[in-house]
């Protein structure tokens, strides 16, 4: 019998990564980053979310890095996904989205690190590790929103009308934002137009809005926020 080398044991206890993000720089650019580490590999990679669950299934990587923003279902409904499949596959989240209106809800889901992308090459193979190890990664900024939380201070998420809105509701809400009509809206997310009608409705009712003009007005109004808040630093993948 003949004995395993120290590159085979190497190889055994490297982190198996698989990378979802709907842009292709940046999932190049990550791979780079980690494949040039010798304790992770990357194993698969993704744009879209119906590839990734498949190719989870078959591959089952340690560790999954994901964008909240995918084509069909977002990063959260994925890791929402993955976690039913395999509670032992770790996720984290990778995203320009504003931390203090995502991180606690991509916690819930079942992510154990939130990285803003103005931060990535920083923070991203720091939080594989801390994650791997059992700990959470998250900014100070969103640590001390959980503290509080948890500590009956009773403050909204980001104390903004959005913190109200359910996961779904608020993938509807960006998608409206964007100018997606409630057919593609419907086909995008495997869900009937009257299920989008019906969040439509919630939304409107969630964040006091009359009618169908205002709720569009506040989605787009919201969007472009968010996109121009997030492009006040470059990625730095």
Known sequence: MTDASPSDFVTKMRTRIYIVDDHALVRRGLAALISAESDMEVCGQAEDAATAINDVMKLRPDLVIVDI?????????LI????????????????????????????????????????????????????????????????????????????????????????????IASLIGNGVPTREIAARLHISIKTVETHRAHIKSKLNLRNATQLVQFCVRWVDENNAAATKAPASV
């Open 69 to 77: 923003s995918l084509k069909g279902n977002s990063g959260i409904e």
């Open 80 to 171: 929402k996904s993955i976690k039913a499949f395999d509670s032992n596959i770790q996720a984290i989240v990778v995203s320009m989205h504003d931390e203090s209106i995502y991180a606690l809800r991509v916690l819930k889901a079942g992510a154990r690190a939130y990285v803003m992308k103005q931060e990535v090459t920083e923070k991203v193979l720091e939080a594989v590790r801390r994650i791997r190890k059992g700990h959470l990664y998250v900014s100070d900024n969103v640590a001390s929103q959980m503290l509080n939380r948890l500590t009956g201070g009773g403050v909204p998420e980001d104390g903004s009308l959005v913190s109200g809105l359910s996961d779904r509701e608020l993938e």
